[in-house]
């Protein structure tokens, strides 16, 4: 998944990593350390684990 998920600590703990500031995963994304494909396949599992959740 995200190999320096450790390094990204969000701002907030149930952080969705999308339009939520201080967001440590996009953060990295728009610095260029974490791709954005990485980073929208990472968004797609999250809603996939929360969509199964329900
Ligand atoms: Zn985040």
Do not use: I, W
Not at 8 to 33: I, M, S, T, W, Y
Request: with cysteine; net charge positive; glycine share 4%.
């Amino acid at each position: 998944m995200l190999p320096n998920r450790r390094h990204l600590q969000c701002r907030f703990a149930n952080c969705k990593h999308r339009d939520e500031p201080g967001c440590a995963v996009r953060r990295a994304a728009e610095q260029g350390k974490l791709s954005l494909r990485r980073l929208h396949s990472y968004l797609s599992l999250l809603e996939t684990l929360e969509t199964e959740r329900r």
